[in-house]
T-cell receptor, first 117, second 116 residues
Framework: GNSVTQMEGPVTLSEEAFLTINCTYT??????LFWYVQYPGEGLQLLLK?????DKGSNKGFEATYRKETTSFHLEKGSVQVSDSAVYFC????????????????FGQGTILTVHP | DAGITQSPRHKVTETGTPVTLRCHQT?????MYWYRQDPGHGLRLIHY???????DKGEVSDGYSVSRSKTEDFLLTLESATSSQTSVYFC???????????????FGPGTRLTVL
């Protein structure tokens, strides 16, 4: 079956530190990969996505590159801010030619990020 | 922001009672999903819908049923609530450009359900 594994959290950083959150996946077919962010008390928001190998998704200073050879989609940011404190989820969906995935997402367990001033 | 509302936002109920959660969208999106969020598990798909009256099971569907009688509403029912169903429930919608492509899922604000 399909699965997503994220690095164990929580992660605590000082403001302006470099962030990496690891994400690896197992999937049949050709997955598209996503990072979602959940701020306290809110629903999930799409942060970035990549739909094929070697694509780089980017948004709000965050980046992630779809690495098929290592089945990874690690999230990075060069300088985090207090406002980046949130829970980050890696997820995948299968976009196969048969179209039977219906866009269903498989999520990792989430990584809590806390950034201190 | 995508127009998705969930009701109620918070509910406390007792074991054995039926509970219905509602998801309402104003985007006219075809695909709708119910997930539950639990610590250490991320979000897991309960049921999904790919059109009016078209629904199917997800990963953790036991003890849950759904209905979709019109495009804008997707109801999740816990037939007889148990303490293991204490969770935060999220609805999501997608316009869906699959097959062959992918689309973004937009999430509602969530419903916190406590079963005593």
């Amino acid at each position: 079956g399909n699965s997503v594994t994220q690095m164990e959290g929580p992660v605590t950083l000082s403001e302006e530190a470099f962030l990496t959150i690891n994400c690896t996946y197992t999937a049949t077919g050709y997955p598209s990969l996503f990072w979602y962010v959940q701020y306290p008390g809110e629903g999930l928001q799409l942060l970035l996505k990549a739909t094929k190998a070697d694509d780089k998704g980017s948004n709000k200073g965050f980046e992630a590159t779809y690495r098929k050879e290592t089945t990874s989609f690690h999230l990075e940011k060069g300088s985090v801010q207090v406002s980046d404190s949130a829970v980050y989820f890696c997820a995948l969906t299968l976009a196969n030619a048969g179209g039977t995935s219906y866009g269903k997402l498989t999520f990792g367990q989430g990584t809590i990020l806390t950034v201190h001033p | 922001d995508a127009g998705i509302t969930q009701s109620p936002r918070h509910k406390v109920t007792e074991t054995g009672t039926p509970v219905t959660l509602r998801c309402h969208q104003t985007e006219n999106h075809r695909y709708m999903y119910w997930y539950r969020q639990d610590p250490g598990h991320g979000l897991r798909l309960i049921h999904y819908s790919y059109g009016v009256k078209d629904t199917d099971k997800g990963e953790v569907s036991d003890g849950y049923s759904v209905s979709r009688s019109k495009t804008e509403d997707f109801l999740l029912t816990l037939e007889s609530a148990t303490s293991s169903q204490t969770s935060v429930y999220f609805c999501a919608i997608s316009g869906g450009d699959f097959p062959g492509g992918t689309d973004t899922q937009y999430f509602g604000p969530g419903t916190r359900l406590t079963v005593l």
